[in-house]
Protein backbone atom coordinates (compact mmCIF):
# COMPACT_ATOMS: atom_id res chain seq x y z
CA UNK A 1 0.00 0.00 0.00
CA UNK A 2 0.90 3.36 -0.59
CA UNK A 3 2.42 4.85 2.66
CA UNK A 4 1.13 8.60 1.56
CA UNK A 5 -2.43 6.76 1.37
CA UNK A 6 -1.78 5.33 4.51
CA UNK A 7 -0.73 8.19 6.87
CA UNK A 8 -3.54 10.30 5.04
CA UNK A 9 -6.40 7.95 5.67
CA UNK A 10 -5.75 6.37 8.88
CA UNK A 11 -4.80 8.74 12.20
CA UNK A 12 -1.03 9.02 13.40
CA UNK A 13 -1.72 7.00 16.27
CA UNK A 14 -3.09 4.50 13.64
CA UNK A 15 -0.63 4.66 11.43
CA UNK A 16 1.80 4.13 13.99
CA UNK A 17 0.00 0.68 14.85
CA UNK A 18 0.12 -0.54 11.16
CA UNK A 19 4.08 0.67 10.70
CA UNK A 20 5.15 -1.35 13.91
CA UNK A 21 2.57 -4.24 12.69
CA UNK A 22 4.85 -4.14 9.10
CA UNK A 23 8.22 -3.75 10.68
CA UNK A 24 7.26 -7.30 12.71
CA UNK A 25 5.24 -8.68 9.46
CA UNK A 26 7.56 -8.17 6.39
CA UNK A 27 10.38 -10.05 8.02
CA UNK A 28 8.18 -13.05 9.66
CA UNK A 29 6.54 -13.16 6.26
CA UNK A 30 10.01 -13.01 4.43
CA UNK A 31 10.92 -16.23 6.50
CA UNK A 32 7.73 -17.94 6.16
CA UNK A 33 7.69 -17.28 2.44
CA UNK A 34 11.53 -17.19 1.22
CA UNK A 35 10.57 -17.50 -2.65
CA UNK A 36 8.45 -13.94 -2.37
Known amino acids: MDETFTLAFFT ?19 AVFPEV
Request: hydrophobic content about 70%; cysteine-free; aromatic content about 10%.
Open 12 to 30: PETASVIVAFRIIAVPFLA
